[in-house]
């Protein structure tokens, strides 16, 4: 690759895909590693950018990691079942999936992000087996593509759906399962307690407020995604809390062990299907 990749290369929301990949790197170095992501910590050396910026997001790097750890859980699953699958992740940003899980012999792997992430997507993590997808979520294209194989689909959408306000996830919703009707859904879901707190959140709120984006979405109860459906089913629901929980501060724990505080900011990764009609 020639030369670093500059702040200038990132803009508005596509900066935030800046946070995971420093929680993964930082997460890299630790013996009690949530996951471990090389890539990551090698990517990181390749960006010309002040990441210490972020050194006071101690939760949200532990989250990132545990959120990460959780979704690579739900694809190996998925995978172990169907070895011929496609997998479809949208909003990739920097996250090198396919490779933390050992880039499977699938039937494809989709990688999909805005213009342009996935130009500098290519200069530090070129394709190695699967393929990438320039584009809109709410694209069909992807969609149809990935019908086309005729195999089993698991998408996967991470730190993505909270940007986006209630009507537009119905709408991805109902073009998902429209165009793949089998398709399973594995998604990280923000409490409504965080929505319009994009300010204070530890990570967040070091970005430039002009290029900050807002916390647009979320719900209290997982299962209030799946009524954005007819016929959607919440197959399986992850608290992060459980994943990574033990990471967090005393004072944190001993809220999470509260009702209030299990339902208002304790993040959920959910795997949701369709109903066979």
């Excluded at 407020?209 to 719900?219: D, L, Q, T």
């Amino acid at each position: 690759m020639d030369g670093k990749v500059s702040p200038a290369d990132f803009s508005g929301l596509s900066e935030t895909l800046l946070i995971p990949l420093w929680a993964k790197a930082v997460e890299y170095r630790r013996a009690d590693a949530l996951l471990r992501d090389e890539e990551a910590a090698r990517m990181l050396d390749l960006i010309d950018y002040d990441f210490s910026r972020f050194e006071s997001a101690k939760m949200s790097q532990i989250g990132c990691c545990g959120r990460a750890a959780v979704i690579d859980g739900e694809v190996r699953r998925f995978l172990a079942i169907h070895h011929d699958a496609v997998v479809v992740q949208l909003g990739a940003g920097l996250d090198a999936r396919f490779e933390r899980v050992g880039r499977p012999p699938v039937a494809a792997w989709y990688d999909l992000d805005l213009p342009e992430v996935m130009a500098v997507r290519r200069r530090l993590l070129p394709e190695s087996g699967n393929r990438y997808l320039e584009g809109s979520l709410f694209d069909e294209e992807w969609a149809r593509e990935a019908a086309a194989h005729g195999k089993p689909v698991l998408v996967v959408v991470e730190g993505v759906l909270m940007y986006f306000g209630e009507p537009q996830v119905r709408a991805f919703f109902e073009m998902l399962w429209r165009v793949l009707p089998q398709a399973v859904l594995v998604a990280d879901l923000m409490s409504g307690f965080g929505v319009k707190k994009a300010a204070k959140h530890d990570a967040l709120r070091n970005l430039d407020e002009a290029s900050r984006p807002e916390f647009k979405w979320g719900v209290p109860d997982p299962e209030d995604a799946a009524k954005l459906l007819p016929g959607l089913e919440t197959a399986a629901v992850h608290n992060l809390y459980a994943a990574c929980g033990h990471r967090y501060p005393l004072w944190l724990r001993l809220l999470y062990k509260t009702a209030w505080g299990r339902r208002n900011l304790d993040m959920k990764i959910v795997r949701l299907e369709k109903q066979a009609v």
